[in-house]
Nanobody, 124 residues
Framework: QVQLVESGGGLVQAGGSLRLSCAAS????????RGWFRQAPGKEREFVAA????????YYSDSAKGRFTISRDNAKNTVYLQMNSLKPEDTAVYYC?????????????????WGQGTQVTVSS
């Protein structure tokens, strides 16, 4: 099976930056894309960003565009989420997930493996 482990979360002031990592182990060669989702207390889980493993095509939510950057290191089986200009509304648990699909990457229903999540807290 595939295992995903997120790291890099923490407490940061508004306007600051954090870099999240998602390391994968197992049979990751079957992965087509990797995505980042987040969930704040009392809110539904939402899509943040995704990247295809082979071509490196990226996709972002409207809230992430211009502030967040998703990237990958194929050799390390690791995906990153560079978050800049953080806002209090970015506070959430961030999850990494993988999918075998090449479409509808914003839908969490198409991801079959998820990490445990890492907490990101942005103070005002």
């Amino acid at each position: 099976q595939v295992q995903l482990v997120e790291s890099g979360g923490g407490l940061v002031q508004a306007g600051g930056s954090l870099r999240l990592s998602c390391a994968a182990s197992g049979r990751t060669f079957n992965s087509y894309a990797r995505g980042w989702f987040r969930q704040a207390p009392g809110k539904e889980r939402e899509f943040v960003a995704a990247i295809t493993w082979s071509g490196g095509s990226t996709y972002y939510s409207d809230s992430a565009k211009g502030r967040f950057t998703i990237s990958r290191d194929n050799a390390k089986n690791t995906v990153y989420l560079q978050m800049n200009s953080l806002k209090p509304e970015d506070t959430a648990v961030y999850y990494c997930a993988r999918t075998l699909t090449s479409y509808n990457l914003v839908s969490g229903l198409l991801y079959d493996y998820w990490g445990q999540g890492t907490q990101v807290t942005v103070s005002s």
